[in-house]
């Protein structure tokens, strides 16, 4: 007997996996769209009262009204680390497993970071820009050797220590920020671990690699980018929440940043922005944040992409085996993937 699966957020980047893998076990349906309160109403009664997987992105958004909308589900699979698109107070209460995929597109972030950090630092965007528009408008495009330039990791974990190494092939100076530093990196990458507030101080680029918990939001706020150096720049990969945009739009304007790089945004992540802002259901602070990073998206200086830095194939093929491994152990009662 196969277990029914509804997968949902589904790609084109994932059709490949599942043309060259097949699941015997598993009776698997695929939905495009999200799942959240509204596109829960579209799905069949059949299928609502049969489902015993849900599959899941971060862009879906599972609350206790989603949940009990299903009748015989057992597991929720995130093709994520983080859970917090998924209310796992019901969860709980309904005996659901939930799994998750950790530790997924570590080399890819990390490139990711430094494509941002080159793109911004050696003013490519507009020099390009300049050069396609035919306007050949004089422009000072000088940038730096990354040898000389400070950067500075807060959070060095997996990805963390992925962006030391390359900025070790760098020649960069590194000091790192993190509840718990890692002596091999100290040994291998010589990083300098010290506190936050010397780390701003001190970095002619800061990068975000750590995950968001609710003790951290806005973790970069007015006070801290207060903090940097002038003409510094400020990367996130990581988690949308970590950075008051309403702060960092202050120090965009008044020209105190450089650069700013931004792969995650809190409300919009892999989200249209005009779309968020047209929305009548999105709550007011997502459109007050979604206004605020359509203003900060006409800067020059500023690059803000859709959530991809993870996204890669290897990435993605990654994060599809590890799902089924994870749906595998439980089914046979382990709880190696489990965090519910």
Do not use: W
Not at 224 to 235: A, G
Request: contains cysteine; aromatic residues 10%; hydrophobic residues 40%.
């Amino acid at each position: 007997m196969s277990c029914k699966m509804l997968f949902f957020d589904y790609r084109e980047s994932e059709k490949a996996f599942f043309e060259k893998n097949h699941y015997d076990n598993f009776e698997i349906k695929f939905f495009n769209e999200n799942l959240n309160e509204e596109t829960v109403n579209n799905i069949s009664e059949e299928d609502l009262e049969s489902a015993m997987i849900i599959s899941v992105f971060i862009t879906s958004n599972i609350t206790e009204k989603v949940v009990e909308k299903f009748k015989n589900l057992r597991i929720i699979s995130t093709r994520s680390t983080g859970v917090d698109h998924i209310d796992l107070e019901p969860c709980v209460n309904k005996n659901i497993a939930v799994i998750n995929v950790e530790s997924y597109g570590v080399t890819s972030v990390a490139q990711f970071t430094f494509a941002l950090l080159l793109t911004l630092q050696r003013q490519i965007f507009p020099a390009v820009l300049s050069i396609k528009t035919g306007e050949c408008v004089q422009h000072n495009y000088t940038g730096n050797n990354l040898a000389s330039l400070t950067l500075g990791i807060i959070g060095t974990g997996a990805i963390g220590a992925s962006v030391c190494a390359i900025a070790s092939s760098f020649g960069m100076h590194v000091i790192g920020y993190d509840l718990l530093p890692k002596k091999e990196l100290e040994q291998k990458y010589n990083i300098e671990y010290t506190n936050l507030e010397n780390l701003l101080e001190r970095s002619d680029i800061v990068s975000l690699h750590l995950p968001y918990t609710k003790d951290n939001y806005h973790l970069i706020s007015d006070r801290e980018l207060k903090k940097m150096k002038d003409n510094s720049y400020l990367i996130n990969v990581s988690r949308g929440e970590l950075i008051n945009l309403e702060a960092l739009l202050k120090y965009v304007k008044n020209g105190k940043l450089k650069g700013v790089g931004l792969d995650v945004v809190a409300c919009v992540d892999s989200t249209c922005i005009e779309e968020v802002v047209r929305t009548e259901r999105s709550s007011l602070l997502c459109l007050e944040e979604s206004k605020v990073v359509k203003e900060l998206n006409n800067y020059p200086n500023v690059i803000i992409t859709p959530h991809i830095a993870y996204d890669t194939q290897e990435s993605v093929d990654y994060i599809l085996q590890k799902t089924f491994d994870g749906l595998k152990d439980f089914l046979y009662g382990g709880k190696k993937y489990r965090l519910l």
